[in-house]
C-alpha cells in the first residue's frame, strides 16, 4: 500500500465513547499532522510531529490527544467529544526537518466523524 | 502571520470551457505555494506547487498556476475543463519558518454539461 491511509474512514459515536483514528503513511516521511475539516471553517491544523516529537499544538482541546509511535503512525485519541467536533479528521506527512519541495504535505482520505 | 484568501467561494463553468480560480496570500518573505484538490468525501490531492523558479507552474490534469509576487498571487488555471474536475480546490501558503501550512477557504468548482 502507497501514500497515507487513514482507519476508519466513517465513525460515529456517542459523548461518551472513547475512539482512536489511525493514519498510516509509507513515504518514509518523518512529520505527520492532523487536520480539521468542518463545513463552515477552513482547514484547521491541529497538531504536528517531527521525528515522533510533537512541535505543534494549535490550542486543541484537551479531549483530542494525539500519539506518534514512531514516524509512521500517528493516532488521534477520542474522549468526550462534542457534536461540534463532528467533521473530516485528515491525516498528512511530509519529508520533515527540511525546508524547501521536503515540506510538500501528502494527504490521506480522512476519517468523517459524526459525534451524536 | 500568514494568510490566503480564495475570494470565490463557488465557480460554475461548462464542460470545454476555460477556468482560473484565484488565490491571494499574505506573508512577509517568499513563500512555498500549493494548490490541492479535494473530490467529494475524499482527501486532499496535490495539484502543483511553487517553490522557486519559473513563476509558471505545471501540475497534474492539465492545471497551471502563475506565481506573482506584484500582486501577491498564485492562480489556478485550465484551458479546457472536463466534468471529472468538479470539486473543492484549495490555495495554501507555507512559511519558511517551520512546515506550518495555511489553507484559503476554498474554491468549490461546478461544470455543467
Known amino acids: 500500500e502507497t501514500g497515507v491511509t487513514q482507519t476508519p474512514r466513517h465513525l460515529v459515536m456517542g459523548m461518551t465513547n472513547k475512539k482512536s483514528l489511525k493514519c498510516e503513511q509509507h513515504l518514509g516521511h518523518n512529520a505527520m499532522y492532523w487536520y480539521k475539516q468542518s463545513a463552515k471553517k477552513p482547514l484547521e491544523l491541529m497538531f504536528v510531529?517531527?521525528?515522533?516529537?510533537?512541535?505543534e499544538n494549535n490550542s486543541v482541546p484537551s479531549r483530542f490527544s494525539p500519539e506518534c509511535p514512531n514516524s509512521s503512525h500517528l493516532f488521534l485519541h477520542l474522549h468526550t467529544l462534542q457534536p461540534e467536533d463532528s467533521a473530516l479528521y485528515l491525516c498528512a506527512s511530509s519529508q520533515g526537518a527540511t525546508m524547501g519541495e521536503g515540506e510538500t504535505q501528502y494527504f490521506g482520505p480522512g476519517t468523517r466523524l459524526l459525534v451524536l | 502571520a500568514q494568510s490566503v484568501t480564495q475570494p470565490d467561494i463557488h465557480i460554475t463553468v461548462s464542460e470545454g470551457a476555460s477556468l482560473e480560480l484565484r488565490c491571494n496570500y499574505s506573508y512577509g518573505a517568499t513563500p512555498y505555494l500549493f494548490w490541492y484538490v479535494q473530490s467529494p468525501g475524499q482527501g486532499l490531492q496535490l495539484l502543483l506547487k511553487?517553490?522557486?523558479?519559473?513563476?509558471l507552474v505545471q501540475g497534474i490534469k492539465g492545471f497551471e498556476a502563475e506565481f506573482k509576487r506584484s500582486q501577491s498571487s498564485f492562480n489556478l488555471r485550465k484551458p479546457s475543463v472536463h466534468w471529472s474536475d468538479a470539486a473543492e480546490y484549495f490555495c495554501?501558503?507555507?512559511?519558511?519558518?517551520?512546515?506550518?501550512?495555511?489553507f484559503g477557504g476554498g474554491t468549490r468548482v461546478l461544470v455543467k454539461p
Open positions: 511553487y517553490f522557486s523558479g519559473d513563476t
Open positions: 495554501a501558503v507555507l512559511g519558511a519558518a517551520g512546515n506550518k501550512l495555511t
Open positions: 510531529y517531527n521525528f515522533k516529537e510533537q512541535t
